[in-house]
């Protein structure tokens, strides 16, 4: 495994520890929907730093 390959695993080991959970997995997912459903009601999709 590269260098790289292994900070993601220690992030994500910690972020599973921390919270029971890995967030930038559920962010990318949620992130991922949002842009599906912009793409199906033509809608435009407006991004978390737009928004503030």
């Known amino acids: 495994m590269n260098g790289s390959g292994k900070t993601f695993r220690v992030l994500k080991d910690k972020e599973l520890h921390q919270s029971g959970e890995c ?30």
């Open 23 to 52: 967030h930038n997995k559920r962010v990318i997912l949620e992130l991922y929907d949002a842009m599906q459903e912009a793409k199906q009601t033509g809608k435009l999709l407006r991004t978390q730093t737009e928004e503030a």
